[in-house]
């Protein structure tokens, strides 16, 4: 391997880590209750990668960097909050362990690394991870509203079950 295939190596086998990471922390969250601070940790927790856009080597034209906002948003996204239920079980709001899911983590991160090559040819490295990172900002963000929205309606359906005594879902 050349050093000029050093960093493409780098970035889809970091690639392949992540993917396996979600997959791992999705299947075992769904083994214990949830909370709107496990829902929103990961995008706020996320945000912070904005930074990168105060180098001027990751900076990428506005009109990209929105392509990447919408297309995450409007292509990735919807499998995700399609594939995130909750149920209530022992008082608790869970998150229900999706078989589909396993198998849309895989297609997105194939047409990532699909689409990372073809991106990369065209702008520079940290450029192509600036792309990518508003590409996955724009899907976790609506998938993790659209969980906030999904978990608060169901502790609402708990607390009219269950009455004033419900229990809290781990809020």
Known sequence: MTATHLPQAASVLAALIGGAAVIAVRLKASAKATSLKKIMIPPLGM????????????????MWAAAALLAGALFFAYPLIWTSR????????YLVRSKAFIVIIVALLAIRLLLHDLVERAVSVPQTGALFFLLAFGMILPWRLAMVRRYKATLAGMAERDGPAGGEGGR
């Open 47 to 62: 945000a912070t990668g904005f930074a990168m856009f105060l180098f001027p080597a990751a900076h990428v034209p506005w």
């Open 86 to 93: 909750f149920e209530v079980r022992d008082g608790h709001v």
